[in-house]
């Protein structure tokens, strides 16, 4: 590999980049709103499963062992 060539690589690279990036099949605004949405409801069922477990194993340790 020549570094004179490393431009052109480069520029070769981002345009093929360019032309993939066209072909993605985006999301519109609407759906990316609803899968947001979706993931953030997700991440605070889960967090409030696991503070719920970890509330319960706190109490149930500090009644065992810390009577």
């Known amino acids: 590999m020549r570094i ?10 981002l345009k093929e980049v360019r ?3 066209k ?7 609407k759906e990316a709103l609803r899968y947001t949405l979706i993931v953030i409801g997700i991440f605070v069922s889960v967090a409030i499963f696991l503070g719920t477990l970890d509330y319960i ?3 149930i340790l500090n009644k065992v062992i810390l009577k």
């Open 4 to 13: 004179s060539n490393l431009p052109n690589r480069l520029i070769q690279y």
């Open 23 to 29: 072909k993605v099949n985006w999301p519109t605004r």
């Open 57 to 59: 194993f706190t109490l």
């Open 19 to 21: 032309i993939e990036a």
